[in-house]
């Protein structure tokens, strides 16, 4: 029942995705996109596209930072398989489908859900703590959308404090153990909130947001390598500051991988730099394949790999 329901949010994201990338070409216009692209430097796109790769191998680091911190132990081919299965499910609200990253401890190792869950939490967070980082340096040349930049700075420092502030954390610990229907989840909800105080800690936030900012800024150079293939002559900054706001916008709104919000920010911030509609419009779909897109494909194909390679083992056990 869970991965029927996980396939159909899969089914919808596409849908969704069809519908917006239709509109996106209609706003921009069929013809004039269409020039844009013939007029753009495809060499440029392998470089892109790498500094993709960059992003996923650096942020595969942090995730083995945090299965040491929770002392879990885990080959690290088998690790990598499993942290590129989860960008498979990016195009799922808040990217919440990379818990299919715990869903093959559990069934590999015996890990408790509970326990590990927090780590693709931890994860997020971290990216969105980097990402605020990023377009606050990326604001020093653009001047837009700063309001939103820090209120999601200030709700994420809160959930930090609310986990590990521990008097805090243990009395909103208990006020959800209280609620109906959770009551006889106590101890995974305990086991959650303590993997959870140990990762967020603030001696262990440090590393890992900067190992975000460094990951997460390969793909905003990425951007503005696209700048430049379509000969926009905009300083880094302005890239680094659409490319990390367009993405706080999408995971606030928590659609499926951003869908619709991500684009528009993009297309939007563009158009006020006076970028024209098509121009605006074909970086986007660039950037859009050469980070969400790619990242999908890379992590389909690796869980396929990951799904079969644990299928056996389970055969060669039973």
């Known amino acids: 029942m869970a991965q029927r329901s996980l396939s159909t949010k899969v089914v919808y994201s596409l849908a969704l995705a069809a519908i917006v990338y239709i509109g996106l070409s209609l706003w921009a216009g069929w013809g004039d996109l269409a020039l844009a692209a013939r007029q753009f430097n495809w060499w440029w796109m392998p470089v892109v596209l790498s500094l993709s790769c ?182 880094l900054l302005p890239a680094i500051f659409i490319y990390a706001f367009s993405t706080i916008a999408g995971a606030v709104a928590m659609l499926p991988g951003g869908l619709g919000v991500t684009e528009g920010a993009i297309a939007g911030l563009l158009r006020l730099l006076t970028v024209p509609a098509a121009t605006a419009a074909l970086a986007t779909l660039l950037v859009r394949a050469a980070t969400l897109w790619f990242a999908v494909l890379v992590g389909t194909m690796v869980m396929i790999k990951t799904e079969r390679r644990f299928i056996l083992h389970y055969e060669q056990i039973s």
């Not at 942090?62 to 989860?86: C, D, N």
């Not at 489908?97 to 869950?117: C, D, H, I, N, W």
């Not at 959870?196 to 905003?220: H, K, M, N, Q, T």
């Open 54 to 235: 960059l992003n996923y191998l650096l942020r595969f680091v942090k995730w083995q930072y945090y299965l040491r911190v929770l002392g879990l132990a885990v080959p690290r081919r088998e690790s990598f398989m499993i942290h590129l299965s989860g960008l498979a499910l990016s195009i799922t609200p808040g990217k919440l489908g990379e818990m299919v990253k715990s869903y093959f401890l559990l069934k590999r190792y015996g890990y408790p859900v509970a326990q590990t869950t927090p780590i693709v939490l931890a994860d997020r967070l971290t990216d969105l703590l980097s990402l605020v980082i990023l377009a606050s340096i990326g604001a020093i040349g653009f001047d837009y959308g700063q309001k939103v930049v820090w209120i999601t700075a200030v709700i994420m420092l809160l959930i930090v404090a609310l986990v590990t502030i521990r008097p805090i954390g243990e009395r909103l610990l208990g006020a959800v153990q209280k609620i109906p229907g959770l009551r006889q989840r106590a101890a995974g909800l305990r086991q959650m909130y303590e993997s959870s105080y140990l990762l967020l800690r603030f001696d262990r936030l440090v590393g890992p947001v900067l190992i975000s900012v460094v990951s997460w800024g390969c793909e905003a150079v990425g951007f503005w390598l696209i700048f430049l293939g379509l000969g926009l002559n905009y300083g």
